[in-house]
């Protein structure tokens, strides 16, 4: 009788969600839910991430972003992080010419910023809600997918996954809760 092998990835990797601020995460490397890098980043009016990394950041990772051309839907592109106290920002394009996300460019935008961020040596990473916001996919699927992606992830670096939560000190004082 002839055994069957099912390959199975267990990931050792702690994935939490919290409320708050991206930008205010004690991480290594943040995401930047982006778009495809087709329209100039000078002529799209800031939001979300994006607003908040320009505003607070400055231009730079964005100009830096440009010089790279069209990103491919799903695909991670990473940039320094301007006056942010990052390692780096890695720019994901989840959301397509139309402005919508999916669930594969969910799901390859988590998996190409990881292999960034492993490929970089980073402990820590934290992610937007991909797809989400301008992207119009519902937050709580968005958020679900993501967590399913992580699971065939094989690292040990510590992830966060930032659900927005505006406050009135705009400081780092979060709810946490564990993936599961």
């Not at 205010?24 to 982006?34: L, M, P, R």
């Not at 994901?92 to 402005?99: D, H, R, T, Y």
């Not at 992207?135 to 992830?159: H, P, Y």
Request: aromatic letters at 8%; charged letters at 20%.
């Amino acid at each position: 009788m002839a055994g069957c092998t099912h390959n199975l990835v267990v990931s050792l990797m702690e994935v939490r969600v919290v409320e708050g601020d991206l930008l205010e995460q004690k991480v290594e490397a943040i995401v930047n839910a982006w778009n495809r890098n087709i329209i100039p980043w000078w002529l799209l009016i800031p939001q979300g991430v994006s607003g908040a990394i320009k505003h607070r950041g400055g231009f730079s990772p964005f100009r830096e972003l440009g010089r790279r051309g069209s990103i491919p839907l799903g695909s991670a592109v990473l940039t320094g992080s301007g006056r942010l106290p990052f390692k780096g920002i890695i720019h994901v394009a989840g959301i397509n010419m139309l402005w919508r996300a999916s669930e594969s460019s969910i799901r390859d935008s988590v998996s190409n910023a990881m292999e960034i961020a492993i490929n970089q040596d980073y402990l820590s990473v934290a992610f937007p809600i991909i797809g989400a916001g301008s992207g119009g996919f519902n937050t709580d699927s968005a958020l679900e997918l993501m967590k399913d992606q992580f699971s065939f992830i094989d690292s040990n670096m510590d992830v966060a996954i930032v659900r927005y939560m505006k406050t009135k000190t705009n400081n780092s004082r979060h709810r946490t809760s564990r993936c599961g």
